[in-house]
């Protein structure tokens, strides 16, 4: 079983390794993508340059990040491909989704990335390290964005039935606890909330942004679940891990957080039957033996990291990359992305997502809603 697994997963990994060498280089594909555009909120996991023209010590656009990266160092906190990156390739598009701080033409109809490192549903996650742009900010950018379709394709009616078809991908939350609860010398939410109604009131807050996005033409949508924030080399470094191999105290935040969101999603399908909202169970994907997939280092990044566990600018990283889960003190390697991106887009367990995949929910006909009068 376990053998099988690992023939599995580095099968698929070879085989979009492969299939990007014809991504990049831009042949020309009739292909159509399986979705007209993709649209992307999110935080550093995410982010592929927003944060670039930003004050803050949340932004990576040197060398040796994008080591892996065709273009070198773009902002993506990774040597190589972002999970979305992957993602966008198994949707068929022939590009990356642009980050909205630099999408200045009609690409924008196909997808804009707004992504954020440091950036939280709450506004004030991530202060401590500069700029960033929260959720509600992102919104307000998909705001400018959708604007800008209606103005492109004409007509009000046309842009609202493109937006209708499009994927749009949110992940939020980490943040909120790793960049705000769990720093309790810059932020009074752990003296405020306990654990419990922390999680509550984020998701209370989660919710309306979703509604939002709704409000906006969002009707496939698929809402990343918080990972193993406690077993990033970064959290164990700065908690210690009292005998266990992770941080529990993190790890256990990330799944009361991630129970109500999938609480959420049962919520959203149940109150709007023209859209489909889906979980990606990121938290029991990241949960597996990383070694039998061919990891081989957990617990270290390939990188030597700064004082806030990033990378340190233009020192030469570990050779062999696909060795690594991490490639810095808190994001995975391209190797750990092309897993986690083939796993949300085609569930490899029934539990990777919830309650479809991006390959089937990408594949719906939604009806528009029929109001009863
Ligand atoms: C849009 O941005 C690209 C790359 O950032 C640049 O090459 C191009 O000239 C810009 N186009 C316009 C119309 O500003
Ligand atoms: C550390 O582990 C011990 C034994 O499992 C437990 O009693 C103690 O409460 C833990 N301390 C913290 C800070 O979690
Ligand atoms: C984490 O959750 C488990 C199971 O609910 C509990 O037994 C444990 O004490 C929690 N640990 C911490 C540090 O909160
Ligand atoms: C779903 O509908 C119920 C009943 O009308 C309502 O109380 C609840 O707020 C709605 N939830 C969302 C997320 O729209
Ligand atoms: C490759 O990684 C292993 C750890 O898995 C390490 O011991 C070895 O020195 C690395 N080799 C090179 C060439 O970096
Ligand atoms: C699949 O998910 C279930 C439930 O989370 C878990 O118990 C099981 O170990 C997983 N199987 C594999 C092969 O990852």
């Known amino acids: 079983m376990a053998c099988g697994m690992k023939l599995l997963l580095v ?20 292909r159509e993508p399986q979705v007209p555009c993709f649209f992307i909120f999110g935080d550093s996991v995410s ?31 990774c040597n190589g491909r972002n999970i ?3 993602l966008a390739e198994l949707l068929g598009f022939e590009n990356y989704i642009p980050p909205f701080a630099y999408a200045n033409g009609s690409e924008i109809v196909k997808g804009v990335n707004y992504a954020s490192g440091a950036a939280g549903i709450r506004k004030e996650s991530g202060r401590q390290l500069g700029a960033r742009i929260s959720m509600g900010e992102q919104l307000k950018n998909h ?17 609202k039935k493109h937006l209708n078809k499009c994927l749009y991908s949110v992940g939020m939350g980490s943040n909120d606890y790793i960049n705000n609860y769990f720093l309790p010398q810059y932020y009074q939410t752990s003296k ?27 009707r496939k949508v698929s809402l990343v679940g918080l990972g193993l924030i406690g077993c990033t080399p970064d959290a164990i470094k700065t908690y210690g891990t009292n005998g266990s191999s992770c ?26 039957t023209d859209s489909k909202f889906i979980y990606v169970n990121s938290y029991e994907m990241g949960s597996g033996d990383p070694t039998l997939v061919g990891f081989k280092v957990l617990d270290a990044g390939c990188c030597e990291v700064d004082q806030y566990g990033q990378c340190a600018p233009n020192k030469t990283p570990c050779q062999n990359r696909t060795d690594y889960v991490f490639w810095d003190g808190f994001h995975p390697s391209e190797a750990s992305n092309l897993i986690s991106a083939s796993r949300t887009y085609s569930a490899y ?4 997502t919830y309650p479809m995949d991006i390959s089937h929910l990408v594949q719906l006909q939604l009806e528009p809603q029929v109001t009863a009068i």
């Open 349 to 352: 367990n029934a539990s990777d």
């Open 247 to 272: 941080v529990e105290k993190l790890n256990n935040a990330s799944q009361q957080f991630n129970q109500k969101l999938v609480a959420l999603v049962d919520e959203l399908n149940t109150n709007f």
């Open 11 to 30: 099968a698929t990994a070879l085989s979009l390794a492969l299939s990007t060498q014809h991504f990049v280089q831009g042949k020309p594909q009739v």
């Open 192 to 218: 405020k909330y306990t654990l419990e109604e922390y999680a509550e009131v984020l998701i209370k807050q989660y919710t309306q942004q979703i509604l939002r996005l709704r409000k906006y033409g969002a």
């Open 47 to 77: 982010d592929n340059g927003n944060n670039n023209l930003l004050p803050t010590f949340a932004k990576v656009n040197y060398s040796p990040y994008g080591v892996d990266f065709p273009q070198g160092p773009t902002g993506r906190f």
């Open 84 to 86: 979305v990156d992957v």
């Open 143 to 159: 705001r400018t964005t959708v604007l800008r379709i209606i103005d492109i394709l004409g007509k009000r009616s046309l842009a």
